[in-house]
């Protein structure tokens, strides 16, 4: 079956660093996509990874390691702002997008 | 770029009625169109996924009948939720993708139906 698994809610403080991971089993990978939610709104794309390794994008940056099924989500200087929830969602061999219920990140002043 | 529309924002509609919700790619011409449905605080769950000019592929134990996904042209589909109910109330989110090597999907703002 497919399968993701990230942590329900995390809570970190303005300003900190936080790492979000998340675990996955897929029917074949093509890749995989973070996405931030806020509440009440549709996702946004943040980063999109298929090849092993770190992307950077600014105070965001993405990790995958294909071999273990893992990937996190980098959050640097929080802002209150980044308060929101965080989706992990890997691309199957159908290019169809599997996703979690995502993390919900707390930023605390 | 890759800017897509949904109208409308938010609906309410008595339980019976049906309602139509568009979602329009801008800036770009959409090969797929896919339709998300959300409760609160539950993840996205894929509806359907359609392709300009042919008929859309629904997800298991979604039902084409009472969700009529019409993908006319390639920047806009319609989703009809027709003879809605109670428990029809949810947040329906539209994607589409260019069709690009990794198929990002570019996500409208969401339509909140409420039934009553």
């Known amino acids: 079956g497919q399968n993701i698994d990230q942590p329900t809610e995390m809570t970190a403080t303005e300003g900190a660093i936080v790492q979000i991971n998340c675990t996955y089993q897929t029917s074949g990978f093509n890749g995989l996509f973070w996405y931030q939610q806020h509440a009440g709104e549709a996702p946004t794309f943040l980063s999109y990874?298929?090849l092993d390794g770190l992307e950077e994008k600014g105070r965001f940056s993405s990790f995958l390691s294909r071999s273990k099924g893992y990937s996190y989500l980098l959050l640097k200087e929080l802002q209150m702002k980044d308060s929101a929830s965080y989706l992990c969602a890997p691309l199957d061999s159908n290019y169809q997008l599997i996703w979690g219920a995502g993390t919900k990140l707390i930023i605390k002043p | 770029g890759a800017v897509v529309s949904q109208h409308p924002s938010w609906v309410i509609c008595k339980s019976g009625t049906s309602v139509k919700i568009e979602c329009r790619s801008l800036?770009?011409?959409?090969?797929?169109m896919f339709w998300y449905r959300q409760f609160p605080k539950q993840s996205l769950m894929l509806m359907a996924t359609s392709n300009e000019g042919s008929k859309a592929t629904y997800e298991q134990g979604v039902e084409k009948d009472k969700f009529l996904i019409n993908h006319a042209s390639l920047t806009l589909s319609t989703l009809t939720v027709t003879s809605a109910h109670p428990e029809d109330s949810s947040f329906y989110i539209c994607?589409?993708?260019?069709?690009?090597?990794?198929?990002?999907?570019?996500f409208g703002p969401g339509t909140r139906l409420t039934v009553l």
């Open positions: 800036d770009f011409q959409a090969t797929t």
């Open positions: 990874n298929v």
């Open positions: 994607s589409a993708s260019p069709g690009t090597d990794h198929n990002e999907q570019f």
